[in-house]
């Protein structure tokens, strides 16, 4: 059985005084609702200079702490980057990797993400990796391809154990902001392919892997992608920044 994940990508976003609020709401929804929510793992990934602050708040709640992108090198001249040594200084659980604005705004290939996915695991840290194509992709038939090597990359580079510890979460690119869903169908036809590469590999891993679903997830749409046999949850834009939205998304993965 997998227990269902909601992550919370801040993408950047927010204020200390923003943040505060948030957090706040988050904290307290989720705290005055303890039972129902036992059945979901709440993540949220701040922009990296708050981590502190999130960290100090979710200290009182399950909540776990994640950041959007990180390093794989160990340390030194790399201007503008955080090293995983520096993540484990503030109880960070998990991190975004080889998000699509990363792949298209800041070139990372998929033997980088894969990198990074590597780092991640063997410093303690949980990648949520991410996959998805292009509306072009899509159009032109090749989805599952698509995912299928972004996919592969990170199996040849970390091999098929690694999956046991990580979180996937297929992001189309054409959803991601545009307020487009994919249909549930269209999903879970993605995660399916997903769970029959890893499975080809290794059945029970791939029983295992949380597969999570992100673009335009919001309140009213969730319940029913989360309902999809081979969705787990979400990895949530837009909506993780309201209260009321991303816990009603939180109860909907709780009850699928
Ligand atoms: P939206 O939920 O705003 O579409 O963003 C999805 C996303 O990119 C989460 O990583």
Redesign the pocket.
């Known amino acids: 059985m997998r227990k269902s994940l909601v ?1 919370g ?1 801040w ?1 950047m976003n927010g204020n200390k005084s923003s943040i505060n609020s948030l957090m706040d709401g988050l904290v307290n929804g989720l705290n005055s609702n303890v039972e129902a929510m036992g059945s979901v793992d709440v993540l949220v990934c701040p922009p990296a200079v708050y981590l502190q602050q999130v960290a100090d708040k979710v200290s009182t709640s399950s909540i776990k702490v994640g950041v959007q992108n990180v390093s794989e090198y160990e340390s030194g001249a790399y201007t503008g980057e955080l090293s995983l040594a520096m993540l484990a200084d503030f109880n960070c659980d998990y991190v ?1 990797v080889g ?3 990363r792949r298209s705004l800041f070139g990372e290939t998929d033997a980088q993400v894969a990198e990074k996915c590597q780092a991640a695991l063997e410093a303690g840290v949980i990648p949520v990796l ?1 996959v998805g194509e292009t509306l072009e992709q899509r159009d032109s038939g090749q989805a599952l391809a698509v995912v299928e090597a972004q996919i592969d990359a990170v199996l040849k580079c970390c091999g098929i154990a690694s999956f046991s510890k990580l979180v996937v ?1 297929y ?1 189309p690119v054409w ?5 487009r ?1 994919a249909t549930p169908e269209q999903a879970q036809e993605v995660h399916g392919a997903i769970r029959a590469v890893l499975a080809a590999a290794d059945a029970e891993v791939s029983a295992s892997v949380r597969i999570l679903y ?5 309140a009213v749409n969730a319940a029913e992608l989360f309902s999809q046999p081979d969705i787990d949850g ?7 920044l309201k209260v009321d939205d991303f816990l009603a998304i939180c109860s909907a993965a709780a009850a699928a």
Request: proline fraction near 0%; glycine fraction near 24%.
């Open positions: 992550a990508n993408k975004i998000h699509s604005e991410c979460a992001e959803a991601i902001g545009t307020g869903t992100g673009g335009s997830v919001n979400g990895l949530v834009g837009g909506a993780s």
